[in-house]
């Protein structure tokens, strides 16, 4: 399992950062800090079993619907 950000839908609220800190960080500028790795899209590596859970719950609180778990 992975999470992808859209970046172009992303508004870097943060939630994410607020939901799953160990995974969704905001840079100096206040951005997420994917935004460093990646122009469109951020896709993770696979993730174990409690960072699924987590990223999920990012992805629901996610006001953009920016985040999506596959």
């Known amino acids: 399992m992975k999470f992808a950000v859209d970046l172009a839908v992303c508004q870097n609220i943060g939630q994410c950062s607020f939901t799953a800190p ?7 500028d206040g951005k997420l800090s994917f935004r460093n790795e990646a122009t469109d899209e951020y896709v993770s590596p696979e993730l174990t079993d409690d960072d699924a ?10 006001p953009m619907q920016a985040i999506r778990v596959d």
């Open 53 to 62: 859970d987590s990223a999920q719950s990012a992805a629901a609180l996610c």
């Open 22 to 28: 160990e995974m969704f960080t905001l840079d100096d």
